[in-house]
């Protein structure tokens, strides 16, 4: 069945929180994450793009799950996506994400149904540390004064980009945890992170119209 249902994503840390939020609850969902760093390359969203249109023809894939980051522009990212879709023969993709996740059934015959998820929630620009951070509990002291230390960093230490400033956060969190550096995986399966949250909840429900009995 797993060989049936393939879920590609931007790289390991994505592999490991979608496991994570997966397993929360029973479910039944089975599904074979792909990801670049598993084929030896860099990985990421170029990965992803370059992967696509042959996973799309593949003819024993009855359904195919693509999660990546929406970054800084989310339109853009979604036409990428949904480009690739419309050559491949999926006429009836929507001119915008649904904000629950969409799901795509094929306009062509021997194509699988596609789910399409953009992080942080198909509405925000924004990455996986973007999503993960909606899961810090509810009214954490420690989160906002992360946010504070990782914002009030003189300019001349900064040595992440601008872009990153998500991942320097929610790192930074979880560095003063009672198990400090956990990944961000383990820190749902800890429970450092809330699956039970909203935001966890409409991914999961997703997971489940895709791949779900």
Not at 42 to 63: A, C, F, H, S, Y
Not at 130 to 150: E, H, K, N
Request: hydrophobic fraction near 40%.
């Amino acid at each position: 069945m797993a060989d049936e249902e393939v879920l590609l994503v931007e790289g390991k840390d994505d592999d490991a929180v979608i496991k994570a939020i997966a397993r929360h609850g029973a479910s039944g969902l089975a599904f074979n994450v792909k990801h670049g760093e598993l084929a030896r390359s860099t990985g990421g969203i170029e990965w992803v793009l370059q992967t696509l249109p042959t996973t799309l023809r593949q003819t024993d894939l009855k359904r195919l799950g693509v999660i990546v980051d929406a970054d800084v522009d989310l339109g853009s990212r979604w036409m990428s996506i949904t480009r690739i879709l419309r050559a491949g023969g999926y006429s009836d993709t929507p001119a915008d994400p649904e904000p629950e996740g969409t799901v795509i059934e094929p306009s062509a015959p021997l194509r699988p149904i596609v789910g399409i998820w953009l992080m942080p929630d198909n509405r925000l620009p924004g990455m996986l540390e973007d999503f993960t951070a909606m899961l810090v509990p509810p009214g954490d002291p420690l989160f906002g004064y992360a946010r504070g230390c990782v914002r009030g960093l003189p300019p001349e230490h900064v040595k992440f980009p601008q872009s990153h400033l998500p991942k320097a956060e929610i790192h930074t969190w979880l560095a003063w945890q009672e198990e400090p550096g956990k990944p961000l995986g383990l820190a749902i399966t800890a429970r450092f992170l809330d699956a039970s949250l909203a935001p966890a909840q409409a991914f999961r429900q997703w997971l489940v119209r895709l791949f779900g009995p």
